[in-house]
């Protein structure tokens, strides 16, 4: 059965710089002949992986070299090779005793990811199934640590381009629509920080409990960094929390650019990082930074008697003290074979080519004639638009994706609909991002 899963998985890693990026043809009775139930009888695992691969077929090619939209991540192989094994060994890790060596694999990354951003020793990392599962325990530990019990009246603040999954953790963190207050952000997309003070200002005047401010290390609509620095400065000087989104910038912190971008993330009480998106792994695998354990624990832990004690080792946590998961996979795995197989520096490497990549799309898009590229990059994100209408766009949106070479996505801001590039799969170099080009480029002319 092996021999044969992996004969499908390498033939998918092979085929992934020719294929298509996307393909939706003749898809209506493939999903007929998917709604179906398991049947009574056994079928052979062959026709099944047929089955398998002609799915993976369908929609946009997220692995592909040429996907461009939305924040890409890749799933890089050694990854998944880490996430089989540790699904055949199938050991307990929520908690450390049943299987402390392979939490000590787990814990080890989250120390190296918190050395990363000079976090103190009382720091403590988590793996979450992604980002907004990051967002949603970091909300909680700030309303948890800085509100206690009565909530209701606090507030915390987010840019115009902070991602949804924020407010979102906010409504199930139970707190008020009317808690989140949207501050307006600058001409570069930044959190302006006069709107911030002021907002605060005027909720303390009439009562509210400012409790938290939210910045993004990389938005998604155009990678934009807020001024870290000033925030941490403005979250210490009210007594507020200080969370940064950096699910998609956050990994160039890995970079000496990148460190420089991000200076003020070190000030932090909560980091949001995505590996499945900065480090190029498979969907699943989010991770959550926070200064202080203590804190993330309060937020999280209860007591059980049917569970072994507690671990007093901060070397040695159990996870489910710092989550909202008992039970859950192994993914420690994922990130530690990639990290010891590949070294850092070749992560370094790979993210420090999207950088530059980003600089050559911004430029490239920049001469040609009429296509409005207002920002350039702070990280791997390009976003431009044609003259004229939305619609406009949107055309060629249309034109560049049916090339079944390039894929992009679009969104709508300051009140227009952009083309968006991001660079972020470990395999989308130089030579298929400059035949990107060469696709827009047609593709404005046509
Ligand atoms: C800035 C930012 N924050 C949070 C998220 C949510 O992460 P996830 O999709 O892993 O839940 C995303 C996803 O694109 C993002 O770009």
Not at 19 to 31: I, M, Q, R, V
Not at 63 to 70: D, E, K, L, R, S
Not at 342 to 359: C, P, S
Request: hydrophobic fraction near 40%.
């Amino acid at each position: 059965m092996g021999d044969e899963a992996l004969q499908l998985a390498t033939r998918f890693v092979e085929e992934r710089y020719e294929a298509k990026t996307s393909d939706y043809s003749s898809l209506e009775p493939l999903l007929a002949s998917l709604a179906r139930p398991p049947r009574s009888e056994p079928q052979a695992l062959s026709s099944l992986l047929d089955t398998i691969e002609t799915a993976a077929g369908k929609g946009f090619d997220t692995a592909n070299p040429g996907f461009v939209g939305y924040i890409p991540g890749g799933g890089l192989y050694a990854s998944a090779l880490a996430d089989f094994i540790a699904c055949v060994i199938n050991r307990y890790t929520g908690v450390s005793a049943p299987a402390p060596a392979l939490v000590q694999m787990e814990a080890s990354v989250l120390r190296w990811l918190c050395d990363l951003f000079n976090l103190p020793d009382s720091s403590q990392g988590v793996l979450t199934p992604g980002g907004s599962m990051s967002n949603l325990s970091a909300i909680v530990a700030a309303r948890t640590n800085l509100l206690g019990e009565n909530f209701l009246n606090g507030r915390m603040y987010v840019s115009d381009e902070v991602h949804h999954s924020i407010t979102k953790s906010a409504r199930i963190a139970g707190l008020p629509e009317s808690a989140v207050c949207v501050v307006e952000t600058d001409q570069y997309l930044r959190m302006n920080l006069e709107a911030l003070q002021s907002a605060i200002n005027e909720d303390r005047a009439v009562g509210l409990s400012p409790f938290m401010v939210v910045a993004s290390a990389g938005t998604i609509n155009t990678g934009a960094i807020d001024p870290l620095e000033s925030i941490a400065e403005i979250a210490q000087r009210e007594e507020i929390w200080f969370h940064v989104d950096g699910a998609y910038g956050g990994f160039f912190q890995v970079t000496e650019r990148g460190r420089g971008r991000l200076r003020g993330i070190e000030r932090a009480d909560s980091i949001t990082l995505d590996p499945h998106k900065g480090m190029f792994l498979p969907y699943g695998t989010g991770c959550l930074l926070v200064k202080d354990s203590e804190q993330l624990r309060r937020a999280h832990e209860v007591q059980a008697n049917y569970l072994p004690a507690s671990s007093e080792d901060p070397g040695l946590p159990d996870f489910s003290s710092f989550s909202p998961e008992l039970t859950r996979d192994f993914r420690g795995l994922r990130l530690w074979l990639p990290l010891h197989l590949h070294g850092i520096d070749t992560f370094v490497q790979a993210l420090n080519e999207k950088l530059d990549l980003a600089g050559v799309v911004y430029e490239e898009l920049q001469a040609i004639p009429g296509l409005d590229v207002p920002w350039a990059p702070e990280l791997s994100l390009v976003a431009f638009r044609p003259p004229g209408p939305d619609e406009a766009a949107e055309a060629l949106l249309d034109r560049i994706n049916s090339s079944g070479r390039m894929w992009l996505s679009s969104a709508e801001f300051r009140g227009h609909t952009y083309l968006r590039m991001c660079i972020l799969s470990h395999r989308s170099h130089p030579q298929r991002i400059r035949e990107g080009l060469e696709i827009v480029r047609a593709a404005v002319n046509g």
